[in-house]
């Protein structure tokens, strides 16, 4: 079935006011992950996603040990009432087989992460002990089995550690360490090509002329593209010159799983993107109900020129996805961020894919906002008293890029909803994690 055919089935869809959820639901309905991997090593796995159920070899713990330095012994040598005064007869040290044999009455001095002597099924923290000499006196009020960690309480040998899917972090990778995995299976990288379109562009590094702007774009997507861990394939600037562009989708649908192009998806003379997409595949260009960034192109182009099929993760028909973004800076990032960074996550084989949540936070001043789209305004986020509040930062047009830059999160007007007062409660998306 078709792209376009597909989307028809979309309910309540709308190509010329599609909400922003919409869109979303429809790109997340059309694809798959990679289904390539590869071996890595353990600490060449940040980042990436895990392409196998990861299954413990052993127990971790590998066998009971202390929680905290204290003092192991035997529960029923506690007196019932009042304090109890054992003797001590020895150290357990972690890393260290500990051969003491309590008798009656008996304790052993023990470090974090020790093994307890035989027998003994509770450790007393140190902090709550008198000592006196050779003997410690231990308070009422002792629980059997307190700050023992058990053998498999983290993990048991034969379960999984690790599901196929998780996007590998720092946690990820210590548990990792824990089992003695020196490799894993990733999925590998999803590879991307990226690029601007315009006459008017003009390469950083060379002397502006007339009517001409600096190429920025291309910065904020290798940087966002980066962050999410992509091999990327730059291919510059191209011009508005259509058996230039079309020459370089081409190369572009060969080359990478996924193309980003920004510039060229609106009606303008020059905007050659829309017209090239139905010669070399199928794309859907719509008109998202939002600000900024209301025009989006989403779908598959071949590398040979001709239509594309179905599509898939590894782009076995030699195609590749196709978002074709806005040119204004802010919109370009705005679109990514709602839009293209799930669906990139999505095709590295991540389930779920990172979310960032919206937060709730009151509004310093009010904002002018028309039911009927969602607004991704530019926001400083900060804490007053006990409190989260949000202002606008900057000037909020989608060319000026010093409002992202000035900004630590958007205030998220959702698509319902009208103006906002001061005092106001609304949404936010903090960047860091985003970002």
Same mark, same amino acid.
């Given at each position: 079935?078709?792209?376009?055919?597909?989307?028809?089935?979309?309910?309540?869809?709308?190509?010329?006011?599609?909400?922003?959820?919409?869109?979303?639901?429809?790109?997340?309905?059309?694809?798959?992950?990679?289904?390539?991997?590869?071996?890595?090593?353990?600490?060449?796995?940040?980042?990436?996603?895990?392409?196998?159920?990861?299954?413990?070899?052993?127990?971790?713990?590998a066998a009971a040990n202390s929680a905290m330095d204290g003092y192991a012994l035997r529960h029923a040598d506690?007196?019932?009432?009042?304090?109890?005064?054992?003797?001590?007869?020895?150290?357990?040290?972690?890393?260290?087989?500990?051969?003491?044999?309590?008798?009656?009455?008996?304790?052993?001095? $023990?470090?974090?992460?020790?093994?307890?002597?035989?027998?003994?099924?509770?450790?007393?923290?140190?902090?709550?002990?008198?000592?006196?000499?050779?003997?410690?006196?231990?308070?009422?009020?002792?629980?059997?089995?307190?700050?023992?960690?058990?053998?498999?309480?983290?993990?048991?040998?034969?379960?999984?550690?690790?599901?196929?899917?998780?996007? $590998?972090?720092?946690?990820?990778?210590?548990?990792?360490?824990?089992?003695?995995?020196?490799?894993?299976?990733?999925?590998?990288?999803?590879?991307?090509?990226?690029?601007?379109?315009?006459?008017?562009?003009?390469?950083?590094?060379?002397?502006?002329?007339?009517?001409?702007?600096?190429?920025?774009?291309?910065?904020?997507?290798?940087?966002?593209?980066?962050?999410?861990?992509?091999?990327?394939?730059?291919?510059?600037?191209?011009?508005?010159?259509?058996?230039?562009?079309?020459?370089?989708?081409?190369?572009?649908?060969?080359?990478?799983?996924?193309?980003?192009?920004?510039?060229?998806?609106?009606?303008?003379?020059?905007?050659?993107?829309?017209?090239?997409?139905?010669?070399?595949?199928?794309?859907?260009?719509?008109?998202?109900?939002?600000?900024?960034?209301?025009?989006?192109?989403?779908?598959?182009?071949?590398?040979?020129?001709?239509?594309?099929?179905?599509?898939?993760?590894?782009?076995?028909?030699?195609?590749?996805?196709?978002?074709?973004?806005?040119?204004?800076?802010?919109?370009?990032?705005?679109?990514?961020?709602?839009?293209?960074?799930?669906?990139?996550?999505?095709?590295?084989?991540?389930?779920?894919?990172?979310?960032?949540?919206?937060?709730?936070?009151?509004?310093?001043?009010?904002?002018?906002?028309?039911?009927?789209?969602?607004?991704?305004?530019?926001?400083?986020?900060?804490?007053?008293?006990?409190?989260?509040?949000?202002?606008?930062?900057?000037?909020?047009?989608?060319? $000026?890029?010093?409002?992202?830059?000035?900004?630590?999160?958007?205030?998220?007007?959702?698509?319902?909803?009208?103006?906002?007062?001061?005092?106001?409660?609304?949404e936010v998306q903090l960047f860091d994690g985003l970002v």
């Amino acid at each position: 079935m078709s792209l376009s055919s597909r989307f028809s089935c979309l309910d309540g869809h709308d190509p010329d006011a599609l909400s922003v959820e919409q869109a979303r639901r429809f790109i997340r309905s059309q694809l798959r992950p990679l289904s390539m991997c590869e071996r890595v090593a353990l600490r060449s796995a940040l980042g990436r996603v895990l392409a196998r159920d990861l299954i413990a070899p052993c127990n971790v713990p590998a066998a009971a040990n202390s929680a905290m330095d204290g003092y192991a012994l035997r529960h029923a040598d506690l007196e019932a009432t009042g304090a109890t005064s054992l003797r001590v007869v020895g150290t357990a040290m972690a890393g260290r087989a500990c051969a003491d044999e309590l008798a009656a009455g008996e304790c052993v001095r $023990i470090m974090t992460g020790a093994v307890p002597p035989a027998g003994c099924d509770t450790v007393v923290m140190q902090e709550v002990v008198r000592v006196e000499g050779e003997r410690v006196v231990i308070p009422e009020g002792q629980l059997r089995g307190q700050n023992i960690r058990l053998a498999g309480e983290d993990l048991a040998v034969g379960r999984p550690a690790l599901r196929a899917g998780r996007l $590998i972090g720092p946690a990820e990778l210590g548990l990792m360490a824990s089992l003695g995995f020196a490799e894993l299976s990733v999925f590998r990288r999803l590879r991307v090509a990226f690029l601007s379109t315009g006459d008017e562009l003009c390469s950083i590094g060379t002397p502006l002329a007339d009517g001409e702007v600096y190429d920025s774009n291309r910065y904020t997507l290798f940087g966002m593209l980066s962050r999410i861990g992509c091999e990327l394939l730059d291919l510059g600037v191209v011009r508005d010159d259509p058996v230039l562009l079309a020459e370089t989708f081409r190369q572009a649908a060969a080359a990478a799983d996924v193309v980003i192009s920004s510039g060229g998806v609106s009606v303008g003379e020059a905007d050659f993107v829309k017209p090239l997409m139905a010669e070399l595949g199928e794309v859907l260009f719509w008109k998202i109900a939002m600000k900024p960034g209301r025009p989006l192109a989403f779908g598959r182009i071949a590398a040979g020129g001709g239509h594309g099929g179905d599509g898939g993760g590894d782009g076995g028909d030699g195609g590749a996805w196709l978002f074709g973004l806005p040119g204004n800076p802010v919109a370009v990032m705005v679109t990514f961020y709602q839009f293209v960074r799930e669906a990139l996550h999505l095709l590295m084989g991540a389930d779920p894919p990172p979310v960032v949540p919206l937060l709730p936070a009151v509004c310093a001043c009010k904002l002018r906002k028309v039911p009927g789209r969602s607004e991704f305004q530019r926001g400083i986020l900060s804490q007053t008293d006990g409190g989260w509040r949000v202002r606008p930062a900057a000037a909020q047009g989608s060319g $000026i890029l010093r409002s992202m830059a000035e900004a630590n999160c958007f205030i998220v007007l959702g698509h319902e909803r009208g103006p906002v007062a001061a005092g106001d409660v609304v949404e936010v998306q903090l960047f860091d994690g985003l970002v």
